[in-house]
């Protein structure tokens, strides 16, 4: 016996979900046909609605419904001359609850990887030279991830300013606030070190 | 800054599954948003149409979508003249993977639970007391939870089944095969010692 054909489609279908494997899969289907239909009918509207309508920002590619997001529509978020690059919205999200950061932003939406066949295009680099070179910015601040591949990106990146002339600087890497030395690693505590500061 | 609304409400549509809490919600959503739309709009076409169509087996109670379910529709299943009494769908689906029981299911979709608000009627079992009478059962095998509620459960079917002068039994509660005496807890080992058999 298996489960009826509408059941197995749910299951499966739950499964494409990341961190979900068959019997998560199954215990979502259950729990929502058990306890919560109305929630499951939600749920099944909105995710259509997203992925229907959730487009790419013209201006800095980041994920939202109209035509600009959020802050490329606030003109007093354009007047400011930096513009911060990261990795993901999620990335952006993050920089923005510091609310230390008043500029533009521009998200690559991943990161250049040519192995998984990710080149310059791909993250759009190309609109990024455009807007250095019409846009009045001075400072490109990168904050992309500090992985291999968040570096690499970074390095090509501040090499496109260099030839547009205008200033580029990395975000430090060092030792977390709140974090204690004895439990940081190697690397990290290398770069505390070179990366230090008079005080 | 947040993210737009139509990414909010997909975020917080994805908190009503079972064990996703905020992060695991923006995870997922993001996830589809980026990489497999086409997977999300069929799993928002699935589970609508999954919570509009599937209802119970108008017989043994679990979930399908037509009348009868697979075992209630099959005519050689229901010749046999044993029942068995499941909590949940689930649980019917481990009892049929074993292969070893051939008869028909009756599936309470829950257990007793005064406290909230669970009485006989929610777990119909009027319904069942009506298979007990005008069906042809000579033997009711308890397969609830080895919980408090699954125990309880299970004596006031037992009961039922006496007044209809119907045999019952409870399925063994043991050391499972494979276990190790070490670590089983004492209160299973106690119910392997009372349920020894003659070898």
């Known amino acids: 016996m298996q489960f009826s054909?509408?059941?197995?489609?749910?299951?499966?279908?739950?499964k494409i979900l990341p961190g979900v494997g068959p019997k998560s899969a199954q215990r979502m289907a259950f729990h929502l046909l058990e306890r919560n239909r109305q929630g499951a009918l939600q749920l099944s509207h909105v995710l259509h609605n997203a992925m229907e309508h959730v487009k790419h920002c013209e201006q800095c590619r980041t994920f939202c419904e109209n035509k600009l997001c959020e802050i490329c529509a606030n003109p007093k978020r354009q007047e400011n001359?930096?513009?911060?690059?990261?990795?993901?919205?999620?990335?952006?999200l993050a920089v923005e609850q510091t609310s230390e950061f008043k500029g533009r932003y521009f998200?690559?939406?991943?990161?250049?990887?040519?192995?998984?066949?990710?080149?310059?295009?791909?993250?759009?680099?190309?609109?990024?030279?455009?807007?250095?070179?019409?846009d009045d910015?001075?400072?490109?601040i990168l904050a992309t991830n500090p992985t291999v591949e968040g570096e690499a990106t970074a390095h090509y990146i501040a090499q496109m300013c260099k030839t547009q002339t205008i200033k580029a600087s990395r975000i430090a890497h060092g030792v977390p606030v709140g974090g204690e030395l004895e439990f940081i690693d190697g690397n990290t505590l290398t770069h505390a070190f070179n990366g230090r500061r008079d005080i």
Chains 1, 2 share one sequence.
């Open 137 to 140: 910015i001075t400072e490109v």
């Open 107 to 134: 998200v690559l939406m991943g990161h250049l990887s040519p192995i998984d066949g990710i080149g310059p295009a791909e993250i759009g680099l190309e609109q990024l030279s455009q807007i250095l070179e019409n």
């Open 5 to 14: 054909p509408l059941i197995k489609e749910l299951i499966d279908a739950f």
């Open 81 to 92: 001359q930096t513009l911060c690059i990261v990795e993901s919205p999620q990335d952006m």
